[in-house]
């Protein structure tokens, strides 16, 4: 195990093990300082599985990945997983993906076996380090410097958000903050119900599924034979793609429905604007594709600046995500980076 913030040459050949941990698959890599994965493998997690094998396969995966580190030094090892995290002691509290991981304390039991400093962050957080380190938030032009305080919100299946601000994510006293999807926009009672247990909370409205129960439900007002209705009768169901397909080519629906969720993203990322002042947003996930895919994101630039309280809260850029599939690995070692750091100014 070795730390330096004496020697940046020695620093800028360290290498970073990184997990991002998902639903079906354990991910991860060897990454270095310039965010170059140098090696990846993955693991099923095993269906039905306890706690004990899923750690103890997971753990021989990031053995193997320290194995395939070579003569390079390793920092540590950053691991990205959906759900709260507790802030003090790393416990996973609540694991969406993998229920059967409540309750591990990961760095307890991997730090041993590898010989290495562990940390585990909740993966839209870390996402959004990712982002700021080596995607979105990197600086690209002379205007746009490196990134002060990024807000990151991937619209997907769900709506997940992180905020960095000075190069540290932003976690909260639970380690759940940001939870910029579950944000009420549409406070009258018939708004439509969230996964979390509330209603019209954004989540409730832009996410992908959201946007295809939207489509489903207004069916009945659409045209015999328009897309949205042969997407329909096609699959017996409709999907956020769908609808951003059935509105390029028209369909009054889909276009009443993208509209609908465009409003809906501007009311909150307008909120995002005047709560974090960040000055640059990244939005990420497959409902974001489809705003591109319609050339939308400049109105929801628009609409969020007009909504933004202050001078102050306009100095923004909004751009898409750009580290693709490796953001959760990418954002693992961002954190390895991040921690190390951290470490080396407190000396
Ligand atoms: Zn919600």
Same mark, same amino acid.
């Given at each position: 195990?070795?730390?330096?913030?004496?020697?940046?040459?020695?620093?800028?050949?360290?290498?970073?093990?990184?997990?991002?941990?998902?639903?079906?698959?354990?991910?991860?890599?060897?990454?270095?300082?310039?965010?170059?994965?140098?090696?990846?493998?993955?693991?099923?997690?095993?269906?039905?599985?306890?706690?004990?094998?899923?750690?103890?396969?997971?753990?021989?995966?990031?053995?193997?990945?320290?194995?395939?580190?070579?003569?390079?030094?390793?920092?540590?090892?950053?691991?990205?997983?959906?759900?709260?995290?507790?802030?003090?002691?790393?416990?996973?509290?609540?694991?969406?993906?993998?229920?059967?991981?409540?309750?591990?304390?990961?760095?307890?039991?991997?730090?041993?076996?590898?010989?290495?400093?562990?940390?585990?962050?909740?993966?839209?957080?870390?996402?959004?380090?990712?982002?700021?380190?080596?995607?979105?938030?990197?600086?690209?032009?002379?205007?746009?410097?490196?990134?002060?305080?990024?807000?990151?919100?991937?619209?997907?299946?769900?709506?997940?958000?992180?905020?960095?601000?000075?190069?540290?994510?932003?976690?909260?006293?639970?380690?759940?903050?940001?939870?910029?999807?579950?944000?009420?926009?549409?406070?009258?009672?018939?708004?439509?119900?969230?996964?979390? +247990?509330? $209603?019209?909370? %954004?989540?409730?409205? @832009? =996410?992908?599924?959201?946007?295809?129960?939207?489509? !489903? &439900?207004? *069916?009945?007002?659409?045209?015999?034979?328009?897309?949205?209705?042969?997407?329909?009768?096609?699959?017996?169901?409709?999907?956020?793609?769908?609808?951003?397909?059935?509105?390029?080519?028209?369909?009054?629906?889909?276009?009443?429905?993208?509209?609908?969720?465009?409003?809906?993203?501007?009311?909150?990322?307008?909120?995002?604007?005047?709560?974090?002042?960040?000055?640059?947003?990244?939005?990420?996930?497959?409902?974001?594709?489809?705003?591109?895919?319609?050339?939308?994101?400049?109105?929801?630039?628009?609409?969020?600046?007009?909504?933004?309280?202050?001078?102050?809260?306009?100095?923004?850029?909004?751009?898409?995500?750009?580290? +693709?599939? $490796?953001?959760? %690995?990418?954002?693992? @070692? =961002?954190?390895?980076?991040?921690?190390?750091?951290? !470490? &080396?100014? *407190?000396?």
């Amino acid at each position: 195990m070795t730390t330096s913030g004496s020697n940046p040459d020695f620093a800028e050949s360290q290498v970073a093990l990184a997990m991002d941990w998902g639903g079906t698959w354990a991910r991860a890599a060897v990454i270095d300082r310039q965010g170059q994965l140098l090696w990846q493998g993955r693991v099923a997690n095993e269906p039905g599985a306890l706690q004990d094998e899923l750690v103890e396969a997971a753990g021989s995966l990031l053995l193997e990945a320290r194995d395939n580190a070579g003569e390079r030094s390793i920092a540590g090892a950053g691991i990205a997983l959906a759900g709260s995290i507790d802030a003090s002691t790393d416990m996973l509290l609540s694991s969406p993906n993998l229920p059967a991981l409540n309750g591990v304390t990961l760095p307890d039991v991997w730090q041993p076996m590898l010989g290495m400093p562990v940390w585990v962050g909740n993966d839209a957080n870390l996402a959004a380090l990712g982002e700021c380190y080596y995607g979105a938030g990197r600086p690209d032009l002379p205007e746009n410097p490196a990134a002060r305080t990024l807000v990151f919100v991937t619209f997907s299946t769900g709506v997940g958000a992180g905020v960095v601000d000075g190069g540290e994510v932003f976690i909260g006293a639970a380690g759940a903050a940001a939870e910029v999807g579950h944000m009420t926009i549409d406070y009258r009672a018939d708004a439509p119900p969230c996964a979390c +247990g509330n $209603s019209g909370c %954004l989540e409730a409205l @832009a =996410s992908g599924t959201a946007i295809g129960r939207a489509a !489903q &439900a207004r *069916l009945a007002h659409a045209t015999p034979g328009a897309p949205l209705q042969l997407a329909y009768e096609a699959n017996a169901t409709i999907t956020g793609q769908d609808v951003f397909d059935a509105a390029e080519r028209g369909d009054s629906v889909a276009v009443e429905v993208v509209n609908d969720a465009v409003t809906a993203i501007i009311v909150g990322m307008g909120n995002v604007l005047n709560l974090f002042n960040p000055d640059v947003v990244v939005l990420g996930g497959g409902v974001t594709q489809g705003l591109l895919q319609l050339g939308l994101l400049g109105r929801i630039e628009d609409g969020m600046r007009r909504r933004a309280m202050s001078s102050g809260h306009r100095r923004f850029r909004l751009v898409p995500a750009t580290l +693709g599939d $490796s953001q959760g %690995l990418v954002g693992g @070692a =961002s954190l390895v980076w991040a921690k190390t750091e951290q !470490q &080396a100014a *407190l000396g």
